[in-house]
């Protein structure tokens, strides 16, 4: 069975998981584009060989021959779209982050159970063979009791300013660089965590960009068996020397990301450096997707595991508000 997919919203992000559809030729096909700018809706239905252009999600779904929908919308954007997906019984993959917020994501869960249709975040740093290879050593105990995680996704954006459209508006990004980027970090600070967090603590801050929310954070999570974690996320810091994504330290030791590479310092032992080729994480994850409708699997990441992620962000933001540490379940409040 060949895939046949709708790709809503055809901007930035658009192109790589377009990409990812075209490798695999044999498993998936974009055969319906949809955008309000005529111009980005045409330019898509030519890149990925012809798919038919639509300017709206209802006539996507009621007139295209699709079985799933790949989400690349503004984020306050998202949950309509999702919902009409899913009550047209189509599958779906969604960019981050799932929603904007708590009630968002109930509504999401409960049309897509009902739908009987496979949702998937778009987490695509999951799909990293470094976070791959950490999630299984941490999983066999090779470090012991977890004392501490930390993740990190910095860069200087220079795309983003005033007249940067949604991104710039608190309203439609949901807040500002935290639950964009700073989503990233998140989803794989929870994903190597082995247990829930409990409890959120968050600095924001705006030092650089002209946009209306916060353009860097700094959070700290703690976790249910002691582990405290902490993301690090900003539009106005340079990318870490070395560039590593994570450290994770425990009982025997600490791994960390740098590079493609994972490396893993035991005490007492030598330092081992597990090398990675470089890999296109989008191509990944739009293969996993479109093998999870294909298989009928779960994927790594559904919407359980996103309104996890935003339970963390949202808390973030009512503690940075409230300037308070915020448990876990309160942001719901
Ligand atoms: N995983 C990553 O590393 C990564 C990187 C960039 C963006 N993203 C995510 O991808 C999503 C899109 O971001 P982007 O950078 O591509 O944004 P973008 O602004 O470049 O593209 C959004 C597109 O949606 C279209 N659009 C707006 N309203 C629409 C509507 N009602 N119906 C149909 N089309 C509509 C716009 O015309 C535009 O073409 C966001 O959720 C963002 O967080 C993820």
Excluded at 166 to 187: C, K, Q
Excluded at 195 to 208: F, G, N, Q
Excluded at 296 to 317: F, S
Aim: negative net charge; aromatic residues 6%; hydrophobic residues 40%.
């Amino acid at each position: 069975m060949t895939v046949k997919v709708g790709l809503i919203g055809c901007g930035g992000i658009s192109v790589p998981h377009a990409d990812g559809y075209l490798k695999i030729p044999d498993e998936a096909q974009v055969t319906a584009v949809c955008d309000v700018v005529e111009e980005n809706r045409t330019r898509m239905a030519d890149y990925v060989g012809g798919a038919r252009p639509f300017d709206s999600i209802e006539g996507m779904l009621s007139q295209s021959d699709i079985d799933a929908v790949d989400v690349c919308l503004p984020h306050h954007l998202h949950k309509d779209a999702i919902v009409a997906a899913a009550r047209a019984g189509k599958h779906v993959l969604c960019e981050k982050p799932l929603c904007l917020t708590l009630e968002e994501a109930s509504e999401i869960d409960s049309v897509v159970r009902e739908g009987g249709v496979t949702l998937m975040c778009a987490h695509n740093q999951l799909f990293y063979p470094a976070v791959q290879q950490a999630k299984e050593l941490l999983d066999s105990g090779t470090l012991g009791q977890i004392y501490q995680a930390r993740t990190v996704d910095t860069f200087f954006n220079r795309g983003v300013g005033a007249n940067a459209g949604w991104r710039a508006s608190r309203a439609m990004v949901g807040g500002g660089e935290l639950i964009d980027t700073g989503y990233h970090p998140t989803y794989l600070l929870l994903h190597l965590a082995s247990s829930a967090p409990t409890e959120v603590v968050a600095m924001l801050t705006r030092h650089a960009l002209a946009i209306e929310g916060e353009d860097s954070g700094q959070v700290l999570v703690r976790f249910a068996d002691g582990m405290v974690g902490n993301i690090v996320t900003s539009w106005a810091y340079p990318r870490p020397a070395g560039w590593w994504q994570f450290m994770v330290v425990g009982e025997h030791g600490q791994m960390y990301r740098q590079g493609d590479a994972l490396h893993l310092e035991l005490r007492d032992a030598e330092p081992q450096v597990f090398d990675h080729p470089g890999v296109q994480t989008f191509h990944l994850e739009i293969a996993d997707y479109v093998r999870c409708i294909r298989e009928g699997r779960r994927p790594l990441n559904t919407q359980e595991e996103g309104t996890k992620v935003l339970e963390v962000i949202l808390a973030a933001y009512k503690s940075d508000e409230e300037k308070r540490i915020v448990s876990i379940g309160e942001a719901a409040a």
